[in-house]
């Protein structure tokens, strides 16, 4: 059974840095961070491959936002610096046992699902 649960959001101003984190239970080859702004659809942050090497980030967040993984605590970070109003929305950990899947920036191939952690950012 796979577990997994977000941490870290919060409210800031504009140019501000959150980090969050990820605690995961159970098979989570490979991870990934999405995000949903209200009334968007939910979007790719960043996405990793099985061992914690980063596979992709979204245009929106490079130069900003490093995401990293944590193998002995089975834990998934992300260090989001410089942030932007339009960086506000519930940000979701995500995790595939699947192989092929593994990197993805499509929500459809994540089998697993976080409950979310809130980032807004203020102006």
């Known amino acids: 059974q796979v577990q997994l649960q977000e941490s870290g959001g919060g409210s800031v101003q504009s140019g501000g840095s959150l980090k969050l984190s990820c605690a995961a239970s159970?098979?989570?080859?490979?991870m990934a961070w999405f995000r949903q702004a209200p009334g968007k659809e939910r979007e790719g942050v960043t996405t990793?491959?099985?061992?914690?090497?980063?596979?992709w980030s979204s245009n929106s967040v490079k130069g900003r936002f490093t995401s990293s993984q944590d193998n002995a605590k089975n834990t998934l970070y992300l260090q989001m610096n410089s942030l932007k109003p339009e960086d506000t929305g519930m940000y979701y950990c995500?995790?595939?046992?699947?192989?092929?899947?593994?990197?993805?920036?499509?929500?459809?191939?994540?089998?697993?699902w976080g409950q979310g952690t809130q980032v807004t950012v203020s102006s």
């Open positions: 990793m491959y099985r061992g914690g090497g980063s596979a």
């Open positions: 159970g098979d989570t080859r490979c």
């Open positions: 995500a995790a595939t046992a699947l192989l092929r899947a593994c990197g993805s920036r499509s929500a459809t191939e994540y089998e697993h």
